[in-house]
């Protein structure tokens, strides 16, 4: 079995690869590489896109990676393979980004992606570090992940989904903040679970060994 973390210049990857092998290590989960190959992507049995930084950016960094944009799209729509989105890789599941500008996401999960507007003066702006998980949905990666695990978070923006069913989990920041999403093969994570401790690790060995 392979796992590929796409790399399209996106941020560092190294705490993301270096987990995801350890624990593929410990699920018997297979190899973990990463790799900006169209190839490697078609043959990859799992998908990673991490992402950090702006929304537009990190997806005209996917598009203009030759092939590397079709690759995904075949993977994941077309072969159903296993996907996990993380932090802007994540947000770009959406309908829609509107950071800085308006910018089309790849569909998967229908919303947008909009900035965080807490209810509360004293909460800033980036959401920057722990904060609760609130679990309301069920995915065979949540198995063992639970309300009150506690998880990394660095973003402005946030994933508004249109059907409640496709948030699986989110998090109070003097607004409710999406923390997870997913339907069929398909899930994402607001938070960093490569920086997320237990819970993060808990959720990465879940979808090295998932069959779906």
């Known amino acids: 079995m392979l796992t590929v973390l ?28 990463v790799s900006s190959s169209p190839e490697d992507v078609a043959r990859a049995d799992r998908i990673v896109l991490p992402g950090d930084g702006a929304f537009p950016a ?7 990676r030759t092939g590397l944009f079709e690759a995904l799209v075949e993977a994941v729509e077309v072969k159903a393979r296993p996907f996990l989105g993380i932090c802007v890789g994540m947000q770009l599941m959406a309908s829609r980004g509107h950071e800085y500008r308006e910018v089309d996401g790849l ?5 947008d ?6 209810g509360d003066d004293r909460l800033k702006v980036p959401h920057m ?8 949905g069920s995915h065979p990666i949540l198995d063992g992940v639970q ?6 978070f660095v973003h402005s923006y946030h994933f508004r989904v249109a059907r409640p069913e496709e948030r699986l989990a989110h998090v109070d920041y003097g607004t409710d903040v999406t923390a997870i999403i997913g339907r069929d093969t398909m899930i994402g994570t607001q938070f960093h679970p490569e920086k997320s401790q237990s819970a993060g690790l808990k959720l990465i060995g879940n979808f090295l060994s998932w069959a779906p």
């Not at 796409?6 to 590489?33: C, P, T, W």
């Not at 569909?107 to 919303?111: E, F, P, S, T």
């Not at 992606?113 to 807490?118: D, G, L, Q, R, T």
């Open 6 to 33: 796409i790399d399209y210049d996106s941020g560092n990857l190294h705490s993301a690869e270096k987990a995801f092998q350890r624990m593929a290590r410990e699920v018997d989960g297979g190899e973990v590489i």
């Open 58 to 64: 990190c997806r005209d960094a996917l598009v203009d």
């Open 107 to 111: 569909g998967w999960i229908a919303g």
């Open 113 to 118: 992606v909009v900035e965080i507007e807490p």
């Open 129 to 136: 570090g722990w904060n609760d998980l609130i679990v309301t």
């Open 147 to 152: 309300t009150g695990d506690h998880a990394y």
